[in-house]
């Protein structure tokens, strides 16, 4: 079941970021959303660990490789960008590959207007000398859409370290500048084949202190980077289609910190090239079919040596519906690494619609996590003989909808058991 935050929901939401919106969805906490806006956000889904879920753009996998856990920074996109989300929670490894051991985040971006040109924008402040800003231009030419805006986010903050008792010495506030453009196009060439480029950047300064207690040196600060450019190719054809998804992802974070004063630096930069191909066919009425391949090149482009790994998988999922009260989906994944070797994944899903308004359904899957570049080749710990992390998911529930859909209420059980996890030992490594 897919829960959706609608566009009506985020034009609502303008004087919140991405990371408190996400952290008002049942079953997901983002670390941080609450606190300083500069601070780092981390999202739980269903009490696992921030690297246990997926954000996707637009149906693309976004993989930040030079982070310890490669999850995607939610600071860096804002709400002034986005159409819709959509969030599926439990294993989904069969369709989306590494992470998505306790769910999936898919964030849909804004898509050219009408015919004709609009320009379109927002503007905001706030205490703490607080502004954001988000100008964009859209519409349509004959066969070629298209969408462009820019936001901009600058706030001075408070400071992220709490002031013990007792100290007098006032705290420097801890604020932050970020920047960011998204451009999507679309070129229809056919009634039946379409191609939609698409290029984003994003620059984020942030303040940050040395710890909970203690304020950081002045020059503190981190520099997010990330920059994506892709397409995303549709041939339609009778009751199929086949969809070529290609990305491109660079992310750097270079931090000044302190430890006792002392300044240190670290810098970590990583590349991902990701290529998605797949189809969908109908088969009758009461038949789906989904077929796909999917091939992605890490890059940890902050080491010396520049390590590189890749995976590859073909999946393929079946859905059988509407038949009396019963729907079933049934899939499986098949990858290949090129450091570990082959794992496998697959996912059962049956439902019944007792009613229109209500529906049961249960899920047993398997989901999975590869080793990070920094758990293979880093400086500290690395280890080449390690293996992915593996789940077993349980899940059931129903699903209740009144009213035309403007009511419903979900509920769910689930049961997850985590093997092979991956630690850190500090005399060890990994």
């Known amino acids: 079941v897919v829960s959706i935050i609608s566009r009506e929901v985020l034009d609502r939401s303008q004087g919140k970021s991405l990371p408190e919106l996400i952290s008002e969805q049942a079953g997901i906490i983002v670390a941080g959303s609450g606190s300083n806006p500069g601070a780092n956000k981390s999202v739980f889904f269903r009490g696992a660990g921030s690297a246990y879920a997926v954000v996707l753009i637009d ?21 002034d960008q986005i159409d819709h989300i959509e969030i599926l929670r439990g294993g989904q490894s069969t369709i989306y590959g590494s992470d998505a051991i306790a769910g999936v985040i898919n964030i849909i971006t804004k898509k050219g207007g009408p015919k004709g040109n609009t320009i379109y924008g927002v503007a905001s402040a706030g205490s703490y000398e607080t502004y954001k800003g988000t100008i964009g231009l859209n519409g349509s030419v004959d066969a070629f859409t298209y969408n462009i805006n820019y936001t901009h986010h600058k706030t001075d903050g408070i400071s992220e370290a709490a002031n013990p008792v007792g100290n007098n010495t006032a705290f420097d506030k801890d604020g932050f500048k970020t920047d960011g453009v998204n451009a999507n196009f679309g070129v229809k060439l056919d009634q039946h084949f379409s191609v939609n480029p698409f290029i984003r950047y994003f620059e984020g300064d942030y ?18 980077k990330n920059f994506s450019g892709g397409v995303n190719s549709k041939y339609e054809f009778g009751t199929g289609k086949i969809n070529l998804n290609y990305s491109y992802q660079s992310t750097s974070n270079n931090t000044l910190s302190s430890f006792d004063g002392f300044p240190y630096e670290s810098v970590g930069a990583g590349r991902i090239s990701l290529l998605d191909l797949f ?29 590189e790994s890749n995976i590859f998988a073909a999946y393929s999922s079946l859905f059988l519906h509407d038949l009396s009260i019963f729907n079933l989906e049934v899939g499986g994944r098949y990858n290949k690494h090129e450091q570990y070797g ?9 439902s019944i619609n007792v009613i229109k308004e209500l529906k049961l359904f249960g899920t047993v899957s ?63 490594g990994y």
Do not use: C, W
Not at 207 to 224: C, V, W, Y
Not at 285 to 296: E, Q, S, T, W, Y
Not at 342 to 350: A, K, R, V, W
């Open 59 to 79: 149906g693309i996998v976004q993989n930040d490789p030079s982070g310890n856990g490669g999850a995607f920074d939610l600071r860096l996109f804002a709400i």
């Open 207 to 224: 303040k940050i202190d040395e710890a909970a207690f203690t304020d950081g040196i002045a020059a503190n600060h981190s520099l997010l």
């Open 279 to 307: 189809y969908n066919q109908k088969i009758g009425d009461k038949l789906d079919l989904l077929v796909g391949i999917d091939n992605r090149v890490m890059r940890l482009s902050s080491a010396g040596n520049k390590p």
């Open 342 to 350: 082959e794992n496998y994944t697959y996912t059962i899903t049956p």
């Open 366 to 428: 398997t989901a999975f996590k590869i080793p990070t570049l920094n758990m293979l080749f880093g400086q500290y710990g690395s280890n080449l003989n390690l293996k992915p992390e593996n789940s077993q998911n349980y899940e059931a529930g129903f699903n209740l909808s009144l009213a035309d859909d403007k009511f419903s209420l979900r509920g769910a059980a689930f049961k997850r058991d985590l093997t092979d996890a991956i630690i850190y030992d500090f005399a060890v």
